[in-house]
């Protein structure tokens, strides 16, 4: 998923986020909220969904960011199990084991980062409660390697025995049904991950048991993968993992074992010359018998014809545990050729590409189709699962959504195989900027690799992404305080495309923008001189930033350098007096006026002739800390921002506080009380006649949402224990036609919108 981008610091409508560091403060009051999300519907790298063995219907969906899923047959949803979790490491999930005897518990792995906590945790209650176990070895649910698997196993004949397969730490053991772990010390790679030739660290990929033993508890043989460069990747245990021998004449040692399962006396094995996601150009399948002594290269045939390619490998893998003999596998990264999943009937003798013969119906979710007139069948194939209840019920998972199909073979009059998003009730995205516009739809988005969205409905998936161009990222937006219907966006273009563009109507259609770099030699122009614009968008090494004058006449924008334009782009002009980095908006209701927020002085610039020069104001008040506060740009502690409907009103949020003016940054004004306020918004007024406000930030210690009516001086919580959602909010946005309403964007569990309740 994507990382922290520019919406920590470019105008974002009154939505905003910054980073910063708790405060004592009194304790915080409350206000109850009820919280949804706004609908887009999958968005993200899933990278494996298991079905319950013991239970027709129960499913687990893994994430990379957004924490575990539970699929609810009777409201035919999927249900999020973390969101009360207030430790955001934890939503990035390593693995995921359902018990192969009880329906009520599951087990997880979750750690997203190496440097965070990790912590196994086991549920009761498929996945409503947890017992959190954290452990002393780290995990990277959301690192290279997140598509191996599965790491976490339980022994099917003794279900107080559990294995985990760490990236560092070699292979865990539990004997007491999760609650304590302890490596395994006769596993031949105790420090598996550690290895300098891959420093990301993939370690032990999977475990699995091998089928039922003579002696019935505990099984007695297990293999486990190991995914790091060496002389051996597959071992095996013939007395219940008391020992550890690995398996003779492994294939080349160039090819790492990403997925196993065990089927019909057979391990099946998925292999990849990378632990991917991206980077894989090789692979193979292979099948080897339980005894470890025969190999069999069951590898599904070569790409043929114009888009054939020698690159790519194998990671997703399903046996149909009714049918003997039939399993799939997905390949990934085969980017010239496609992704296809490989069906087999005859334990992989023969195979049929299923790519072919596929139809994806996306109304349900129509950003998949990228502004095309069909969705691809996907790329980042690593999760495959095959409904061990009914087996024409397949899904697999892709790096933007989770397709599932309920008659995998097609029908001799249909010939084809529709697979559907099988989505609702996720929603896996990481959210760069936001904006509610006074007018027009509800709100405005801006997405990590999928894009922006215009919202008409918070309920239903978008009808399209913003086009023209299409954005990886979308990190910046802003709509004209007087005339909201103009919008202009900025970000990280798809292609070669232009990294700006603007629109008239809300959002629905655009122009791009080619903002021109002024400093640069091409240029040929002197300061202040207008010229046409001439870069294309093949070149964007620097990051572009937009603000919109209140009317909506002049866009203002940084490439490199800052430039404006009153004529949508034809010709642009140098702005004067802005130094390097500055953060740049517009005045709400004063189309003359813009400012910029200069942090390396501590101070603000204002524009009275509509952003062509910026002067110091002198900024009476603002700490001087702001200085030393600022590490970079990306980084930056320290955000201005323009009050709607109030010319000259301005707000500077901090780590150390908020700061008011109301002559246009002359002077500021902290408010009563310390508080850490890591994003600001403004939404419609209440009775004091002032906007209401509401912050991402931190009072006494507690990182939470927060509403004030009073203009800052008093603030309540919004947010509860049940609704923490890892405390991974990253910009904020408020409803300037409805009271109270406030849209925050998480980083990994989507775009959330939240109401008082009745």
Known sequence: MTGLGLGLWCALAGASSLLGKSVDAAPPSAIPYRWNNVTVGGGGFSPNIVFSPVEKGLAYLRTDIGGLYRYDRRVQRWVPLQDSMSEGNYFGVESVAPDPREANVVYAAVGMYRSGPAAIMRSNDRGATWQVVPVPFRMGGNQDGRGLGERLAVDPQDTNILYFGSRWNGLQRSTDAGRTWLPVSTFPLAAAGTADTNREGAGVSFVVFGGPSRNQVPTEVIFAGVADRGRHHLFRSSDAGASWQPVANEPSPDLLPVRAQFGSGNLFITYSNGIGPNGITAGAVFKLDAAGNTWQDITPPAATGPHAETGGGYMGLA????????????????????????????????????????????????????????????????????????????????????????????????????????????????????????????????????????????????????????????????????????????????????????????????????????????????????????????????????????????????????????????????????????????????????????????????????????????????????????????????????????????????????????????????????????????????????????????????????????????????????????????????????????????????????????
């Open 319 to 758: 046996l149909d545990s009714r049918q003997p003999g039939t399993l799939m596998v997905a390949t990934i990264d085969w980017w010239k050729s496609r992704d296809t999943l490989w069906r087999s009937t005859d334990a992989g003798r023969s195979w049929t590409s299923l790519r072919s013969l596929a139809e994806i119906d996306a109304s349900e979710t129509p950003f998949l189709r990228w502004g095309d007139a069909e969705a691809d069948f996907g790329w980042w194939i690593a999760g495959l699962a095959i409904d061990p209840f009914d087996s024409d019920h397949v899904a697999y998972t892709t790096g933007a959504t989770v397709y599932a199909t309920d008659r995998v073979v097609p029908t001799s009059a249909s010939r084809r195989t529709v697979w559907r998003p099988w989505v609702a009730g996720i929603e896996e995205t990481a959210v760069l900027a936001l904006a509610s516009p006074g007018q027009g739809p509800p709100l405005l988005s801006g997405f990590g690799d999928i894009g922006g969205f215009v919202h008409e409905n918070l309920d239903s998936s978008p009808l399209s992404m913003f086009v023209n161009p299409i954005f990886d990222n979308t990190d910046c937006l802003d709509t004209a305080g007087l005339a909201p219907n103009v919008v202009v966006r900025a970000g990280r273009p798809r292609q070669a495309d232009a990294a700006a563009a603007w629109s008239q109507d809300f959002g629905k259609t655009w122009t791009p923008l080619e903002p021109p770099d002024m400093a640069s030699p091409e240029s040929g122009a002197a300061p202040g001189a207008a010229h046409r614009s001439t870069l294309v968008g093949a070149n964007h090494t620097a990051p572009t930033v937009m603000a919109v004058s209140a009317e909506g006449s002049t866009f203002l924008a940084i490439h490199r350098t800052a430039a404006l334009t009153r004529d949508r782009g034809r010709t642009w002009t140098a702005v004067r007096g802005l130094p390097d980095f500055a953060q740049v908006l517009a005045d709400r209701v004063d189309a003359r006026r813009f400012y910029a927020l200069d942090p390396e002085h501590a101070q603000i610039l204002g524009s009275d002739d509509g952003g062509a020069s910026f002067v110091a104001l002198g900024s009476q008040g603002l700490p001087h800390a702001m200085a030393a506060d600022r590490a970079s740009p990306a980084l930056a502690k320290w955000l201005l921002l323009a009050t709607p409907g109030r010319a000259r009103d301005l707000w500077v949020a901090s780590g150390d506080g908020l700061y008011h003016s109301t002559d246009g940054g002359h002077r500021f004004v902290r408010t009563a009380g310390r508080f850490t306020v890591t994003g600001l918004a403004f939404g419609k007024a209440g009775p004091s006649g002032y906007p209401s406000m509401f912050a991402i930030g931190a009072r006494g210690g507690l990182s939470a949402i927060w509403r004030s009516d009073d203009a800052a001086a008093s603030w309540s919580r919004i947010n509860d224990a049940e609704h923490e959602y890892g405390r991974r909010f990253r910009v904020i946005a408020a409803d300037p036609r409805i009271f109270g309403r406030v849209y925050v964007g998480t980083d990994g569990r989507g775009l959330l919108y939240g109401e008082p309740t009745p």
